[in-house]
């Protein structure tokens, strides 16, 4: 039996997760540790941007801790998991083995999911519906810049905050995703994409990732999931045993889990820093594309995000 600071892991039938980006110094591989250590599965779904190759061919940020969430992921496939692995862009070079099992994990390009319920879910990263990291890499690559810089920023704030004793978790770049127009545009037009291809697909619902936006909703009888990330949100979908699904926010309990929707809004008292950050970019068609790259978080940076 397992001791009040070590409980018993909560049993589910399916983990799905997106976006650690493993080899980045973005990678929040404690707290991912503590959540699955928290939580025990049938079914492990890594829907893409599970290690960021694109990041480690600039620079490679590998603690001990990242290196324990590899071992305690092919432990749980050695032990029987199921582990599906759907690679993303930022992985996008295992693509070429999908359909291939290495060390018990198999690789798909997407892959059908049926829940306990009975309803079919198609899993996939998300990349091929944003155009921009499709077909306008160096707009990706400008906005990857500004959102290291956020990363940055969002550091010191955050270690301001436990300094002057103030708790919780304050994110910058959910801040400023809420801020700022352009990127609260990308996000929906991103999810009205996805939406559209599991519609002509014929799948009850979807469930990806990419954008790095958290998210469980009901859209015309489809539901549409998004595992957001685990540099900035550190959030997962489970399917509990009855097939119900739920959005966690992973902050170290079980009585922080959001049970639908988008991640709660940041505290009211934001700082004069954000504002000011904000305010300061420019009107430029170029900085307009660039701006939900940044901070949704796009290829090629040591911190890279998206």
């Not at 300094?163 to 127009?181: D, E, T």
């Amino acid at each position: 039996m397992k001791s009040a600071e070590h409980p018993e892991p909560l049993k589910v039938r399916s983990i799905f997760m997106s976006d650690i980006h493993l080899g980045t110094r973005g990678c929040q591989a404690d707290r991912l540790l503590d959540f699955l250590r928290h939580h025990e599965s049938d079914n492990l779904f890594l829907i893409g941007d599970i290690v960021d190759f694109w990041a480690m061919s600039r620079g490679i940020h590998w603690t001990p801790a990242q290196n324990t969430v590899v071992q305690k992921i092919l432990r749980a496939a050695r032990k029987g998991t199921q582990v599906i692995f759907v690679p993303g862009n930022h992985d996008e070079a295992l693509r070429e083995y999908v359909g291939i099992t290495f060390g018990d994990i198999r690789l798909e390009h997407d892959y059908i999911h049926r829940t306990a319920d009975g309803r079919r879910y198609l899993l996939l990263h998300g990349d091929e519906y944003d155009q921009v990291t499709r077909y306008h890499r160096w707009v990706a690559v400008i906005g990857d810049v500004a959102y290291n810089v956020l990363v940055r920023i969002n550091g010191w704030l955050s270690r301001a905050r436990r300094r002057l004793g103030i708790s919780g978790y304050w994110s910058l770049a959910g801040y400023a995703k809420r801020k700022v127009k352009t990127a609260v545009s990308f996000i929906f037009d991103f999810e009205d994409s996805v939406i559209h291809g599991a519609r002509e697909r014929g799948v009850d619902g979807v469930i990806c990732g990419h954008i790095h936006w958290a998210s469980m909703r009901e859209v015309d009888g489809l539901t549409y999931v998004n595992c957001g990330d685990w540099v900035d949100s550190c959030t997962a979908i489970v399917e509990h045993l009855d097939g119900r699904l739920e959005l966690i926010e992973w902050r170290g309990h079980r009585s922080d889990a959001l049970r639908a929707g988008r991640p709660a809004a940041p505290p009211t008292e934001i700082p004069e820093l954000a504002e000011n950050a904000l305010a300061a970019i420019p009107d430029s068609p170029t900085l307009s594309a660039a701006i939900p790259q940044f901070l949704l978080r796009r290829p090629d940076a040591g911190n890279s995000g998206r």
